[in-house]
Every structure is written in structure tokens, then in C-alpha cells.
């Protein structure tokens, strides 16, 4: 199995950005976290993160035919972004939004989630660890499903 794990704008900046929001883990020890629980497991995981909208578009579209799941934390473009809501439609990949933080709990404006639509489940709230319960859950779909 491989799963592409995408990490929208300002991601890039954890451990530094508000970290009594998101914590003092860094991206890159965020990404050496996924790797090595994807390796216990037998996953492949195939990393990439960008500040622009469009480019993550064509990473969704590129994943197409290529990766069996898709772990996305759209960062601020999921209050924002109908371009990566039609994206994850398009390829057909089941994907979980994951938010370290809960949305809910912020500003009234990170209660809408585009990309939610698309998604088969969205997991906030648990820090880091939202993602390893993201790769999990998309093993526990890919496994249902055969």
C-alpha cells in the first residue's frame, strides 16, 4: 500500500509557528514520525508540502493512479479552497483531512471545511498523532474494501 501525505501552507513552520497551538514538534520530525510508523506497518509514504494552492492541486492530481490513500492537512485552504476540494472528487482516492488542532474550537471561520466533502473521514484535534490515526484509518479502508 502507498499513501501520499500532504501538509498545506505554514505547515512547514511547525515547531516554530504557535506552538501552544500546534505544538513543538517540528515538520521534519513530523515527517520522520510518519515514515517510521509507515514502516512498521508495511506502508509506503510519499511526502509533500507546499505553501500553494495550485501546486498542491497538481500533487492530488498527480497522486491519481499512483498511491492508494491520500493524508491531507490543508492548513488554511481548507476554510478557502473549492480547488482542492474538486481535486480530491476528481482522482477518486480516499483521502482523511487531519487538523493537529480542532478547527472548532478557533475562530469562527476554521468551522468550514471545503475539502470535508471529499474526504472519507477528518480527524482534528489530536496533535501529531492525528496522522498516524489517519494512516491507520486508510489501511483499515483499503482492507474493508478487499
Not at 471529499?118 to 478487499?146: F, N, S
Amino acid at each position: 500500500m502507498k499513501l501520499l501525505i500532504i501538509n498545506g501552507p505554514n505547515l512547514n513552520m511547525l515547531g516554530v509557528r504557535e506552538p501552544e497551538i500546534y505544538g513543538k514538534t517540528t515538520f521534519s520530525d513530523l515527517e520522520k514520525m510518519i515514515a517510521l510508523h509507515c514502516e512498521k506497518i508495511g506502508v509506503e509514504a510519499d511526502f509533500y508540502q507546499s505553501n500553494h494552492e495550485g501546486a498542491l492541486v497538481d500533487r492530488i492530481q498527480q497522486a491519481y493512479g499512483n498511491v492508494d490513500g491520500i493524508v491531507i492537512n490543508p492548513g488554511a485552504y481548507t476554510h478557502t479552497s473549492i480547488a482542492l476540494l474538486d481535486a480530491v472528487k476528481a482522482v477518486g482516492i480516499p483521502t482523511v483531512e487531519v487538523h493537529i488542532s480542532d478547527p472548532d474550537l478557533r475562530e469562527p471561520f476554521r468551522k468550514v471545511s471545503y475539502i470535508r466533502a471529499a474526504c472519507v473521514a477528518t480527524i482534528k484535534g489530536r496533535g501529531v498523532k492525528g496522522y498516524l490515526e489517519a494512516v491507520d484509518l486508510l489501511i483499515a479502508e483499503a482492507r474493508h474494501a478487499d
